[in-house]
């Protein structure tokens, strides 16, 4: 698993923190505007600079309900940023020089030992330079002047976080299957989680992640050996910024990041909302394998032998974009169906690290090809020459043929098919790459 590091903007209303925050993320956002159900009032992106890459948060879309105070919303948004980030940008607006609340934002940030760039935004014009000396009683060292609305001073500012996060330290992953549960609340995470780790021998418990609040926990089942990710300090409940639905987002975001796969509890009780497939579309961004675990199963009534099957049917209507994704009914409250749960889990682990031979590979694919040829499609026809699977997170094929542009999608999901059927390629997400052979 790559380290990525996240990086918070703070800073007090219009100094420009989304326009940075946008300046940032800028050459992603045809990715991310594709993603479903994830992109209304985004405050947080993958971004990378010099082929880094790193989880960049705008705090300022971090908000407390309307009654609260203004200060009291800038203050819980700088002290989510020590919380959350390994790196802080503290934004400063030019126009108008050190004002009181930037003052009490740096008094927060004095407590942290995490590294702090101060940056004084809207310096549109390259302006006298000494005047920026001003900056420097704030006790941040030197500033770094940009202008986000003009992309002005980005590389220096993207340098400067790039130097920072070489120094976090990699944390060397551990032993075995990561798996964190997702889902909105009430579902039973924390339910689920305990169940789980009541039954089980707990290896190290717990050990402290990356973020100061998440809590690992390993344990082993029969031989194998597991982690699992405690999302939003499940298990920990009733600090107030985790009732924040933004703040819980990111958390979410950090943890399916440190994870091999990924289950999304789901009421069976009660019906899905966008909440839900809005949580799944997390991690669907973030190329995880999805398991769909429905839980409380003991407080479906009225079950009959076909039950499992329409509410399977109707739950996967609200998930199209996971087919590929295992479901399993379980029961947290009573530790009923917890062996299934287990073993999709060894079953999609084992499918995401499976690799294929090369030499078969590509005797399926002429197989496929010469059965049922590509259509014509954008004024040719696409022929694939050979094939390969490189090291990925998630299984991933290169196709070389003779031109990307005659892949007509119907016949990228035939050969997706014909590599999952034959492989067995069960209950993981796969990327099919085209491209052109020299
Ligand atoms: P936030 O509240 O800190 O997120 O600030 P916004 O990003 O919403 O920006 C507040 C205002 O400042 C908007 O009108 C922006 O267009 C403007 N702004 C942002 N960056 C710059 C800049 O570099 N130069 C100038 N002149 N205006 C900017
Ligand atoms: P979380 O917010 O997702 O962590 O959910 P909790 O684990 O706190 O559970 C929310 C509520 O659902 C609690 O009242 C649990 O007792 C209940 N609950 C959790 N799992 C089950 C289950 O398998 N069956 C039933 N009937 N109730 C459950």
């Given at each position: 698993m790559a380290q990525k590091g996240n990086v918070a903007i703070v800073g007090r209303?219009?100094?420009?923190k989304s326009t940075l925050f946008n300046r940032i993320i800028k050459n992603r956002l045809s990715i991310v505007e594709?993603?479903?159900?994830?992109?209304?009032?985004?405050?947080y992106a993958f971004s990378e600079w010099l082929t880094r890459e790193f989880l960049i948060i705008d705090t300022g879309g971090i908000t407390l309900n309307n009654t609260a105070m203004f200060a009291q919303k800038i203050k819980m948004q700088a002290e989510i940023a020590i919380e959350e980030a390994d790196i802080i940008i503290f934004v400063l607006s030019y126009k108008e020089g050190i004002a009181p609340d930037d003052e009490m934002i740096a008094k927060i940030l004095y407590q942290t030992k995490k590294p702090v760039i101060l940056v004084i935004n809207k310096y549109d014009k390259q302006e006298k330079e000494s005047e920026l000396y001003e900056y420097m009683t704030l006790g941040f060292g030197e500033p770094i002047a940009v202008s986000a609305s003009h992309g002005i001073g980005m590389g220096d500012l993207l340098d400067q976080v790039i130097s920072y996060l070489d120094q976090i330290p990699v944390q060397s992953k551990t032993e075995g299957i990561h798996f964190s549960l997702i889902g909105k609340p009430n579902v039973g995470k924390s339910s689920l989680t305990n169940a789980i780790l009541g039954e089980e021998r707990v290896i190290v418990s717990p050990i402290a992640g990356t973020t100061t609040d998440s809590i690992d926990t390993v344990f082993k089942r029969n031989t194998q050996i597991y982690t699992v990710i405690d999302t939003a300090g499940i298990r920990r409940k009733g600090k107030i910024y985790e009732k924040l639905e933004k703040y819980s987002v990111i958390r979410t975001v950090s943890s399916i990041e440190r994870s091999d796969l990924v289950l999304l509890i789901i009421d069976g009780k009660i019906p899905i909302t966008d909440q839900d497939t809005n949580i799944a579309g997390i991690a669907f961004e973030q190329n995880k394998p999805i398991i769909l675990v429905v839980n409380k199963w003991d407080a479906v009534t009225e079950k009959d032998d076909q039950s499992m099957q329409k509410i399977e049917k109707s739950i996967r209507g609200y998930f199209k974009y996971l087919n590929y994704a295992k479901m399993v009914f379980v029961s947290a409250l009573e530790k009923k169906r917890l062996h299934l749960l287990f073993q999709t889990i060894d079953e999609v682990y084992d499918r995401l690290t499976q690799r294929v031979k090369t030499s078969v590979l590509n005797e399926i694919l002429v197989k496929a090809q010469l059965l049922n040829p590509s259509p014509d499609f954008n004024g040719g026809r696409l022929k694939i020459y050979y094939a390969t699977q490189p090291d990925s997170m998630i299984p991933t094929f290169i196709m070389f043929c003779n031109n990307p542009k005659y892949i007509h999608f119907s016949y990228k999901r035939f050969l997706e098919n014909q590599i999952r059927e034959y492989f067995a390629f069960d209950g993981v997400p796969m990327k099919i790459l085209f491209r052109e052979r020299k």
């Open positions: 209303p219009n100094v420009g594709d993603t479903p159900g994830v992109t209304r009032d985004r405050i």
